[in-house]
């Protein structure tokens, strides 16, 4: 019994040792680390879906997606504090759960790192402090003297209000374009130090390796000093310090110098490890505190712009919400890790956290991967009153002021700022990083959003550093990529602007519990995103991808003009100028040569429907420095490589971005030669119909179109053409401007009118053609259309060549066939795709064969990319499935787009209603807007064409049943 005793006793001085000894913090979770590992509550929801009963909800989590209480979206309650019919839910928590008994006589926080909104807590039937307003900030409560240790049990309630009572809180976080959510949405964990202990820490790390930082105790303790050792990641000490705290004071300033350290930036995401240890007066270490930072300096130099480390940087930056379409605005480590990726992919260097802070792991990735962050005060054109304000920006500030990646503060969106609160953000952080007012002109940038082209333009004449925090607002298929080529190289030719952040990142769908999972974006509200909810790659990511690329590659004699002078596209080239043997490349990094790029080239042939590579060869880049172009050699061009493909990864071996270069035309005569033909006969004549081996091809003879096709007895119903067409946009007036004398003019401005051709049909002919082809002529008179030339050849191919005469402005313009969409199967094409283009969205889609089922999307609702329908460009030929048969066609050039019916913009259409044009040949394809800003209004790109004289063009058709 003695013996037990003692043990019991040693025990007990064991752990009291080593309690005392045990000088770090540590955290215990009581819910998940994210929505993937949720943690089951006891929960109460008072309104709404599966509510008025006790039962159990995982944490974190929006309660509405747990399928509780009631979705609702923000604008609809615009600028009203208190509105009838609001959804205004509470959810009531309740959780049991222990704490070691080591943690006795312990320093122990609550916290919440998010609640929305009005969050009330009680711990064991006390509460634990006053109610907190403010939905995106980490709640925090010393609850030291409320909690039990060991076996027995802590009980926590909390009361959560989707609705807040302050009303500066409803109108800057729930009356905004964005999904009202309610509850415990990020991690709630208990936080234990030793009783006297560091509290926070503030760092400003220069890039000359001055390391200051403001070291801040619980209490004061006379005597004690801060020891600070800096590692890297490796663990490997860099450097060391040991500063007094004064007497009497609470906090300790820490400066020294690190000699050469290595430098944080996006594009070299270096960083260190620190350890702040508080020593008592006998050099007893009482606690520890661990961070990781970077050095990096931030200056705005007046009306001249953003310099990190010395060096101006062009901002390459995209808005993000917190999001995800089964969770709301609960993440995970590992999402939060994927969106800074996907990001990045899109060689994009910088993200706002629209409109509120993101998680601090989202933070944390942007650090390790290197993103430059902007982090926002809530603020939707309402604002929040200053007491509470105040409160919130240092909850904002302290919890996140050690992220190297965080290069500015934000005083709310869109006037959603409150000047009273301008200050508060500098009293928390020593770097006095740059305050922002989105929309705005604050802290030396000029903000506005959304400003067209020549607006923009204007704003970079004047003396402040312009940096829209939003511009090119990608509705559906629009913006983003539409407009970007454009604004890119303005941005880039004014010395005072810094770049730039689209608007979206992913488009903000919920999967609606209530609603058998379907995906909700409240029509246009959530569907702004350069990805999809479930980041689905858009046309523009790739547009993005290959505009804002850090390394830009092209051949000698590729023509980099977009448009001719008849908007014809010349993406591709004359086989006989390009030199194929070497590269061309522009340096647009910052920071960084190009040692570290590696150039993956392939020569490849077009077999039929395979790329066969001839050869291929890696090339590492040279030293060629930050805005500079030189050239890489790659070796001898094999004589019959038709397409060379050249990838850039960058130093982490990640793409950059694929090019793919024509060097030769891989376009084929489909006209049987004399010695091929095998004893077939030259294709016959009679009435209008055209018999070519098993091919009959019938003619009107009344308007001298193409009526059908039958193969084998089997009609294709490919015809009814060509039809010339040309249709300028029906808010136009006849000389491209707007026409202000039509009064209807605002309601037409997604709309087309067609020119209508009222020529006369004169006459159908056929004569003999060169080996043995049949000429079938159709001749108009006093219209546009002029001729259309049928060469069919024996085997029953034919060579369309028309020609027709336009003048005028025209926003679509070309020849048409009619072949129903509703037995259309599949596609595939040599050309660029996989994606369609637009006339101010020419970049992303690259020379390849590619193919895709049918398909139909409707914008916003459904996210099947790439879509079936649209314009492709650089198209060397085109094979359409249907069920009635296979229609191949060949443009003459690569000025020629084909058009494959007519893209579909959503339900709302506040795009574009495009006219149809079934299958067809065009040299003018329309632009496309985006959700502000008409089409004419984003750049040189997008304007229609002034079509002036005669055009020509031919297509080669052949047919299979």
Request: glycine content about 10%; overall charge negative.
């Amino acid at each position: 019994m003695k013996k037990q005793l003692l043990t019991t006793l040693l025990a007990i001085v064991a752990l009291v040792m080593n309690a005392q000894n045990d000088v770090q913090t540590h955290r215990k979770y009581l819910s998940g680390h994210g929505y993937d590992d949720m943690v089951q509550w006891d929960f109460y929801c008072t309104g709404g879906n599966n509510s008025g009963k006790w039962t159990k909800i995982g944490v974190p989590s929006c309660w509405e997606l747990q399928g509780f209480g009631t979705y609702q979206y923000g604008m609809k309650f615009y600028g009203k504090a208190f509105p009838d019919g609001i959804a205004d839910e509470k959810g009531m928590y309740k959780y049991e759960f222990t704490l070691p008994k080591e943690w006795a006589n312990h320093h122990i926080d609550l916290v919440f790192e998010a609640s929305m909104t009005d969050t009330e807590v009680k711990i064991n039937k006390r509460k634990a402090g006053s109610m907190h307003q403010g939905a995106f900030y980490r709640i925090t409560y010393d609850v030291t003297d409320r909690v039990f240790f060991g076996d027995k049990k802590n009980l926590l309630e909390v009361t959560v209000s989707k609705e807040s009572t302050n009303a500066g809180v409803n109108l800057s976080e729930r009356r905004a374009d964005y999904w009202n959510f309610g509850g415990i949405f990020r991690p709630v964990f208990i936080v234990c130090k030793p009783a006297i202990n560091i509290e926070r820490t503030a760092i400003d790390a220069k890039a000359d390796g001055t390391f200051s930082a403001y070291v801040l105790t619980n209490h004061t303790l006379d005597g004690a000093k801060i020891r600070t050792t800096i590692s890297d990641m490796a663990g490997k000490k860099v450097a060391e310090n040991t500063t007094d705290i004064r007497n009497g004071s609470d906090h300790a300033d820490v400066s020294f110098k690190v000699n050469n350290p290595k430098l944080w930036s996006a594009e070299t995401p270096n960083r260190y490890q620190v350890s702040f240890a508080l020593l008592d007066n006998n050099g007893k270490t009482l606690h520890i505190e661990k961070d990781k930072f970077g050095f990096r300096t931030i200056e705005v130099r007046e009306h001249d712009g953003l310099y990190i480390n010395g060096k101006k940087v062009n901002i390459r930056g995209v808005n993000r919400h917190s999001f995800w379409p089964e969770s709301g605005r609960t993440l995970s480590k590992k999402l939060n890790i994927e969106d800074v990726k996907l990001i990045k992919s899109m060689n994009m260097n910088a993200v706002r956290s629209s409109h509120y802070p993101a998680d601090p792991e989202f933070y944390d990735a942007c650090d390790s991967l290197g993103l430059y962050a902007m982090s926002e005060l809530s603020g939707w054109h309402g604002h929040h009153e200053t007491i509470n304000g105040q409160k919130l920006i240092r909850e904002m500030v302290i919890r996140d002021v050690n992220h190297p990646s965080i290069i500015w503060w934000s005083n709310g969106n869109e006037k959603g700022w409150n000047d009273e609160l301008n200050g508060d953000f500098h009293k928390w952080d020593i770097q006095k990083r740059p305050v922002l007012h989105p929309q705005g002109n604050f802290g030396g940038f000029e903000t506005m959003h959304y400003r067209s082209y020549g607006e923009s333009e204007e704003y970079m004449r004047k003396p402040e550093i312009f940096m829209p925090t939003e511009f090119l607002h990608a509705l559906y298929d629009g913006g983003a990529g539409a407009g970007l080529y454009d604004y890119w190289k303005l941005m880039r030719s004014w010395p005072r602007c810094a770049g730039g952040f689209i608007w979206a990142y992913a488009d903000e769908g919920v999967v609606r519990t209530d609603m058998n999972g379907m995906i909700d974006n409240v029509g246009n509200y959530g569907a702004d995103g350069i990805v999809g909810p479930h980041h689905e790659k858009e046309g523009s990511y790739y547009t993005v991808k290959q505009i804002w690329c850090p390394v830009q590659v092209t051949l000698k004699g590729v023509n980099e003009s977009l448009l001719d002078s008849k908007g014809g596209y010349l993406q591709t080239c004359n086989e006989t100028s390009v030199d194929g043997s070497r590269l061309i490349v522009e340096n647009r990094y910052d920071f960084l040569s190009l040692k570290g790029v590696k150039f993956d080239c392939s020569y490849v042939k077009y077999e039929g429907t395979d790329t066969k590579v001839i050869k291929s060869k890696t090339i590492n880049g040279t030293d060629i420095a930050p805005g500079q172009t030189g050239e890489i050699a790659i070796a001898e061009v094999p004589a019959d490589a038709e397409g060379l493909v050249v990838k850039a990864t960058d130093q982490y071996d990640e793409e950059l971005y694929t090019w793919a270069f024509k060097l030769k035309d891989t376009r084929t005569d489909m006209t049987v030669k004399r010695e091929n033909r095998m004893r077939k006969p030259r294709p016959s004549y009679s009435n209008g119909v055209v018999t070519a081996d098993n091919t009959t091809y019938t003619f009107s003879t009344e308007d001298g179109t193409l009526k059908s096709v039958t193969v084998d007895g089997k009609e294709i119903k490919f015809g009814n053409g060509p039809k010339f067409f040309a249709y300028r946009r029906a808010d136009r007036s006849w000389d491209q401007f707007y026409n202000h004398d039509d009064p209807q003019a605002e309601k037409k401005k997604t709309t087309y009118t067609e020119y209508p051709d009222f020529g006369t049909f004169a006459g159908i002919t056929a004569t003999e053609g060169e080996n043995d082809t049949l000429i079938v002529t159709a001749t108009y008179d006093l219209g546009s259309l002029q001729k259309a030339e049928w060469h069919i050849a024996p085997n029953g191919t034919v060579r369309l060549v028309y020609k027709y005469v336009f003048n005028g402005v025209v926003d679509l313009m070309g020849v048409k066939f009619d072949f129903p969409e509703e037995y259309m199967l599949r596609k595939q094409w040599l050309g660029c795709g996989p994606y369609r283009v637009w006339k101010n969205r020419l970049h992303g889609p690259q020379l390849g064969i590619w193919s895709n089922e049918y398909n139909d999307p409707v914008p916003g609702e459904s996210f099947l990319y790439p879509e079936f329908k649209g314009y492709f460009a650089g198209v060397q030929w085109m094979k359409l499935e249907s069920k009635l048969g296979t229609v191949t066609l060949q443009p003459g050039t690569d000025r020629e787009y084909i058009g494959v019916y007519q893209p579909r913009d959503g339900r709302d259409q506040l795009l574009y209603t495009l006219p149809e044009t079934g299958i067809s040949i065009m040299q003018v394809i329309p632009g496309v807007r985006n959700k502000v800003n008409t089409t004419d209004l984003n750049g040189p790109s997008a304007q229609a064409v002034w079509a002036n004289g005669e055009y020509t063009g031919e297509v080669k058709l052949s047919f299979e049943n």
